[in-house]
Each structure stands twice: as C-alpha cells, then as structure tokens.
C-alpha cells in the first residue's frame, strides 16, 4: 500500500464544466503522475511531477491541467469536459530507495461526462 | 523511446492449465521491465518487474516471467491457473536510466474457465 487516495472516486459532470480531481499521498514521494484508463488503450500519461510547482507535459496533455502546490497533493483539472474526457483516471507514485522507475497506483476515479 | 506490445487483448484458459501471456518491447537502451495486474473495479497492482539482475523474474502468486533480448520479449506465466487469475494485465517498459516514465500496453484481459 502506497497510501495513495483519490478524490472523487465517481463523478459525473456536464459537458463544458470544470472538473479537478485530487491525488493525495502521505509517504513524501518526489514523482507524481496521472493516467487516463480507456478499453484498447492501456493507460496513458496525461501529466506528471517531479516535484512541487514542477511538471511536466504526458502524451495525452491536451485539455487538461495539473498543480502541485505541497509534495503530497496533485491536482488534475479539466478546464471545460468534454465527452471525450469520459474516462478512468489514476494517479500513481514512482518507488524511491532500491526502486527502479516501478510505479505504484491509487484506486482510480471514473469520471463521466454527459 | 519505449514501445510494449501485448499479443492477444483477451486470453481463455482452463482452470489449472498453463497460463502464458505475451509481451515484446521496443527499447533504444537496456530496459526494465514490468507486470501489472488489475482486478475490477481496482487500481493497477505491481506484479513483477525485471531490472537486469537475473533474467527469470519470480513475482507475487505464483506468476513469473523470462527477460529474452534475442526475442526482445518479457511474457508472463504461471503453471497452473486459478481462478482468482481471472482479471487484466498490463506489461510496461521503462529505460534503466534518464527516464522516470513507464510506457504501458494495451493490455490482456484473462479469463478463466471452471
């Protein structure tokens, strides 16, 4: 368990709205990152930090925006949602002392954009 | 850059038969290696994960995987299959070095049948 939490776990939202979702962590990791879950396409990285106020664009960065104001908080906004964005998002932590780059995940939260 | 493959995005097994589940990657540098899986509705969980110490990787119930460089390949197995196997997983490959990203495949989801 790497005492990751994820903040809504079910959202639903409206085209055009803004949504954040929040990743929280409680073992002082340095590496943050958020991925998005859709059938056939495995995860891919939408952001990801190396540190506070220190981020860093994924492959799938359009539409959305991240903060990292405290080592322990991530935040993942959608600016205005759109159907599109309809999807699984997980956070995840990278492992530090004998790691190598494995990454461990939070629960997941499903957003649904109507 | 870092590509994986997963042959086959659903594989059938028998409950107790052999369970192989395959994955090449693509990578400029050596690599490592990883195994997750995810149950439903869950997070991704670490399986396994290949850093060059030894080439036949043991990971947790009872799966394991062989690192090829000749068949630049990395599949998952185990003996025999239970039905608690039943669930998706997902290869990922990161660079040993200068690179603090996992990039992930499309997955395999696993049946089991009784």
């Known amino acids: 368990d790497a005492g990751i939490t994820q903040s809504p776990r079910h959202k639903v939202t409206e085209t055009g709205t803004p949504v954040t979702l929040r990743c929280h962590q409680t073992e002082n990791h340095r590496y943050m990152y958020w991925y998005r879950q859709d059938p056939g396409h495995g995860l891919r990285l939408i952001h990801y930090?190396?540190?506070?106020?220190?981020?860093d664009k994924g492959e799938v960065s359009d539409g959305y925006s991240v903060s990292r104001s405290k080592t322990e908080d991530f935040l993942l906004t959608l600016e205005s949602a759109t159907s599109s964005q309809t999807s699984v998002y997980f956070c995840?932590?990278?492992?530090?002392?004998?790691?190598?780059?494995?990454?461990?995940f939070g629960p997941g939260t499903r957003l649904t954009v109507t | 850059a870092q590509s994986v493959t997963q042959l086959g995005s659903h594989v059938s097994v028998s409950e107790g038969a052999l369970v192989l589940l395959r994955c090449n990657y693509s990578s400029s540098v050596p690599p490592y290696l990883f195994w997750y899986v995810q149950y439903p509705n869950q997070g991704l969980q670490l399986l396994l994960k290949?850093?060059?110490?030894?080439?036949l990787v043991k990971g947790i119930n009872g799966f394991e995987a062989e690192f090829k460089k000749s068949e630049t390949s990395f599949h998952l197995t185990k003996p025999s299959a239970h039905m608690s196997d039943a669930a998706e997983y997902f290869c990922?490959?990161?660079?040993?070095?200068?690179?603090?990203?996992?990039?992930f495949g499309t997955g395999t989801r696993l049946t089991i049948i009784p």
């Open positions: 990922a490959v990161s660079a040993n070095f200068g690179n603090e990203k996992l990039t």
């Open positions: 995840a932590i990278r492992g530090t002392s004998g790691s190598y780059n494995e990454q461990y």
């Open positions: 290949y850093t060059s110490a030894a080439t």
């Open positions: 930090s190396y540190g506070v106020k220190d981020t």
